[in-house]
């Protein structure tokens, strides 16, 4: 009997996908890496009998990276981004995906991928064939991969998918390859430059990145764009004749405006002078507003951001949420059209029943017109409902987005929205006059998507031709015209669609950055308002290098990128010439960097101007400026250095300690009350000096042998939670509150509440832990005996343990949490708890041997 080995590329779709294929029978087991589950179950798979597994990945199993030193920011030149040698990486080492499926892949013959069926799934297909490829034999045969194809999860669209297996797409995947190779490269070259540049001389930018991104900044061109022009408007006045007639009709001029007052005024004395309008015409026609085409996902995100006022990137993050669940189609599609074979009654019938759409659904069905025929772009069918769903099955926002994406389809087989327009033509003195009013005739798709009804009757006298009407009163208004508004995410995601910058699945992500990353602010109405640092990033660019900025450059590379995914252009020689244009386009851009640093000088200011006067520099013995806006940083002027400072936090003077190597005040760094914190010392946190300190470290991972707030003189144990970290003592709080921190990981063990001291001694306890010394006041000391000062382990002696469980309980919940499974964070695997951490092992001693 052959064994069937299937991945998708989600948990929870593997689960649904197991309980649709086995027809229910399938049993589960977790499987060893904690994140993805196991279904098995026995049946046919080709007409033979067949053992079925199915698990997930999470996403793409590898990442593209630089290697060895050009992953430091200091270790080598930007420029050697664009030639040096790149590798793909586990994307979540905590994971171990290749091992786990390479694991449970062992003794199967046969593979079938059910990754979504988009050009980023046929990537993952081939990560997977390459992680499997030394338990399954010959994997890129086409006799033994097999590749699911389907757009919805349902029984129907699933079992047809299992009977019509293909072959992964390469040139897909290739595709791919290529964007991620070029966005790397380029993304991360133009990225190290203008933040280390930048950050170096202004000290109130405000951003911890100064991030380029070949989508992402014609993205953000495009929003600056928009502000120049309503910048650069100019108002201007204009004048138009205000006709009202007998009962209270306002006609409209058939002039519009006049931008001339003085003859605006010439036609305001010849209308004022008449008593009477004559009526010289009146006709009347029927119109139509078209109902929706097919629901694809640029327009999910436009009318999600629109209508709704939720961002594109959260949109499309509850629409993957309800496709994995069954509720609507594959919701990355371009498509507009229904395919010919798609059973639209069927997917309607499902509805009839429902208290929310089940009288227009019941109506649409009896009076049921073909959709309109949209574009096919030969993707996924358009997004469709595919399960009906209560208001009480989801939350606000989601309900919100099922619930237009059913109205949408419903309002698809509707008829269109039909009115009467009647126009009523004025003459005064020979000029001439309108008046128009509409009836509604028919509601059409508008009785479902009510959003777009038509609105109240605009009912008028009914004048006949030859009439005359008495004119009530004669005004001539001024006015001005006004600026454009700033674009909405909407109006972005349109640009963005025609101007061929990003796909259908990375738009959201491009518009999400640009507002993570500073560039511009949210308003009211979604409008996307460019801050400070959007607008001179921009301005710069244009000034070095307009195509940088233009959309014009990602479109072309975007349209090569097509042509690998079709097979009509070759991998290499695309990727090769694209990264030489930007190759020369970068050094250029280095060159004239001051061009852009001159529109800095103006908006921003620099290092020496900002902060505040914080702690003592060890060169100079001045003190330095801290910088809190992001990134937080160090600055002496005197001797023109910036030191890095830990993110997301605040850092203090700590007690005005030196440290031992170079001079500089310690400081304290603390992420909250609850939070890490730790010494460190800004020179050793941007310099190690020892081999086995990486940058970014505190005093928590110095090796220092003598210096007392070293991880040699306060490291207690390994951690309880992580493989790599030490449990450090931390007396940043002491003596309110003492606390074991890993040096690692986010593990915090509060102990000794309102001790007076604690230390950690130098003998060492059975179980490998570090002795730690605790003294309290006399008439606060929590011991049976009486005793204001004891020495023991703190996870093996027994009158410490209360000291320490209580706050386990309390304030460092991971531990209680990681009973059978992850921490709460997700930080390493979990241990069985059983009263107490479990005993550490014995680092310390290594420590103590490296000395020796």
């Not at 128009?436 to 004048?463: C, H, R």
Request: contains cysteine.
């Amino acid at each position: 009997m052959k064994t069937v080995f299937m991945v998708a590329e989600k948990p929870s779709l593997a689960a649904s996908l197991a309980n649709i294929l086995s027809n229910g029978k399938a049993t589960s087991r977790k499987g060893f890496n904690g994140a993805c589950s196991v279904h098995e179950w026995t049946g046919t798979f080709r007409d033979s009998s067949a053992r079925f597994k199915f698990t997930s990945v999470c996403g793409h199993i590898s990442g593209l990276d630089f290697v060895g030193k050009f992953n430091s920011w200091d270790r080598c030149d930007p420029i050697d981004l664009f030639s040096c040698p790149v590798e793909k990486k586990d994307a979540t080492p905590k994971l171990k995906m290749p091992q786990f499926l390479a694991s449970e892949a062992k003794g199967c013959d046969i593979l079938v991928l059910w990754l979504d069926c988009d050009k980023e799934g046929e990537n993952i297909c081939f990560e997977v064939m390459d992680a499997v490829s030394s338990s399954i034999r010959n994997v890129r045969s086409t006799s033994v991969t097999f590749r699911a194809r389907f757009s919805a999860i349902t029984e129907k669209d699933i079992k047809n998918a299992m009977n019509n297996l293909q072959f992964p797409n390469e040139n897909e995947s290739r595709s791919v390859d290529a964007r991620q190779e070029l966005d790397l490269r380029i993304g991360c070259a133009f990225t190290r430059f203008q933040t280390k540049f930048f950050q170096g001389r202004y000290g109130d930018l405000d951003s911890s990145l100064i991030s380029f991104g070949p989508c992402q900044t014609p993205t953000l061109g495009f929003c600056v764009q928009r502000h120049d022009e309503i910048q650069q408007f100019k108002p201007e006045s204009f004048w138009y004749v205000q006709v009202t007639v007998d009962p209270d009709q306002k006609l409209e001029w058939q002039r519009v405006r006049i931008f001339e007052k003085e003859i605006a005024m010439i036609f305001y004395s010849i209308v004022k002078e008449q008593k009477e309008a004559i009526v010289e015409s009146v006709t009347s026609k029927d119109n139509f507003k078209s109902r929706p085409l097919a629901l694809n996902t640029v327009e999910l995100m436009r009318s999600a951001s629109a209508g709704l006022g939720i961002g594109p990137h959260v949109a499309m993050q509850i629409a993957e949420k309800l496709y994995t669940q069954g509720y609507i189609s594959y919701p990355r599609t371009e498509t507009t059209t229904y395919p010919t074979n798609f059973d639209l009654r069927g997917v309607l019938k499902l509805f009839e029943r429902s208290t929310e759409y089940g009288e227009e659904a019941k109506n649409v069905m009896n009076d049921f017109i073909q959709p309109r025929k949209g574009a096919d772009a030969g993707d996924h069918p358009p997004i469709t409902p595919m399960k009906m769903a209560n208001r009480s099955d989801f939350d606000g926002d989601t309900w919100r987005v099922y619930d237009y994406i059913v109205r949408h389809f419903i309002g698809t087989l509707s008829r269109d929205l039909k009115y009467k327009s009647t126009t009523t033509k004025f003459i005064i003195d020979g000029e001439i006059f309108t008046s128009t009013s509409n009836v509604l005739i028919d509601a059409g798709y508008t009785k479902v998507m009510t959003w777009q009804a038509f609105g109240k009757n605009e009912l008028s006298n009914p004048y006949n031709k030859g009439d005359r009407v008495q004119i009530k009163d004669v005004k001539l208004v001024e006015s001005q015209t006004g600026p454009p508004t700033y674009l909405t995410e909407s109006d972005l995601i349109s640009l963005m669609e025609k101007h061929g910058i990003g796909t259908d699945a990375s738009i959201p992500v491009h518009i999400n950055n640009i507002t993570q990353r500073n560039y511009v602010s949210v308003e009211a109405g979604r409008r996307l308002k460019p801050t400070t640092l959007g607008i001179v990033l921009v301005h710069g660019y244009q000034k070095i290098d307009p195509e940088l900025v233009l959309p014009t450059m990602r479109s072309a590379l975007e349209k090569q990128l097509n042509l690998i995914a079709h097979g009509t252009a070759d991998f290499r020689a695309v990727l090769k010439h694209a990264i030489e244009i930007f190759r020369l386009k970068f050094q250029y851009f280095v060159t004239n960097i001051t061009n852009m640093d001159s529109l800095f000088e103006v908006s921003f200011s620099s290092l020496a101007d900002s902060g505040k006067s914080h702690s003592r520099c060890g060169k100079c013995r001045r003190y330095m400026k801290y910088i809190q806006q992001k990134p937080a940083r160090l600055h002496c002027s005197h001797c023109d250095e910036t030191y890095s400072l830990p993110v997301g936090g605040i850092a203090r003077v700590y007690r005005e300690l030196k440290c031992p190597l170079d001079d500089f005040e310690l400081l304290a760094w603390s992420s909250g009350n609850k939070g890490r914190s730790f010494p460190f010392c800004p020179y050793c946190y941007n310099n190690p000096p020892f081999p086995d300190m990486t940058r970014g470290s505190g005093c928590n991972n110095c090796t220092h042998p003598t210096c007392q707030h070293s991880l040699t003189n306060l490291g207690v144990s390994s951690c309880i939670e992580c493989d790599k970290g030490v449990l450090v003592l931390d007396c940043t709080s002491s003596p309110k509150n003492w606390k074991l921190g890993c040096n690692s990981c986010d593990c915090i063990i509060n102990i000794f509440d309102d001790a007076l001291k604690v230390t950690v001694d130098e003998d060492t306890c059975e179980c490998g832990s570090q002795l730690v010394t605790v003294a309290y006041k006399q008439e606060k000391t929590p011991f049976a005996d009486g005793d204001d000062k004891k020495t023991g382990c703190i996870f093996c002696f027994n009158e410490f343990m209360p000291l320490i469980e209580k706050h386990k309980a309390v304030e460092n919940r991971r531990l209680n949490s990681s009973r059978g499974g992850r921490s709460s964070r997700g930080r390493g695997k979990g241990r069985p708890h059983r009263g107490r951490p479990k005993p550490p092992k014995d680092k310390m001693a290594q420590l103590a041997a490296y000395f020796v």
